[in-house]
């Protein structure tokens, strides 16, 4: 089993900035993709960010330029720094990891944006 903590979230303003963090522990396997999904009230969780333990990076269409999602392999953690934020980005965000045995999600962690 792997265990996903994220923290970072809050109530922010548009055009303003936040890091959310997943922190991975349990069984962890070297080899695993990590990424951010998010959803919002009425809407389909979709994906925001990924990244392989490569360093492969994707991102959705509507976060290119504003977000950027890093990761350390040696604490087993992934970020995702999101800049001038909108308030079409508020949501509960979800950390994800994909390794061969299973896929892990984490509780969430709620942004709001205001405009």
């Known amino acids: 089993q792997v265990q996903l903590v994220e923290s970072g979230g809050g109530l922010v303003q548009a055009g303003e900035s936040l890091r959310l963090s997943c922190a991975a522990s349990?069984?962890?396997?070297?080899?695993?993709?990590m990424g951010w999904y998010r959803q919002a009230p009425g809407k389909q969780r979709e994906l925001v960010a990924r990244i392989t333990s490569g360093g492969i990076i994707s991102y959705a269409d509507s976060v290119k330029g504003r977000f950027t999602i890093s990761r350390d392999n040696a604490k087993n953690t992934v970020y995702l720094q999101m800049n001038s934020l909108k308030p079409e980005d508020t949501a509960v965000y979800y950390c994800?990891?994909?390794?061969?045995?299973?896929?892990?999600w984490g509780q969430g962690t709620q942004v709001t944006v205001s405009s």
């Open positions: 349990g069984s962890i396997y070297s080899i695993a993709v």
């Open positions: 994800n990891r994909e390794q061969i045995e299973g896929t892990y």
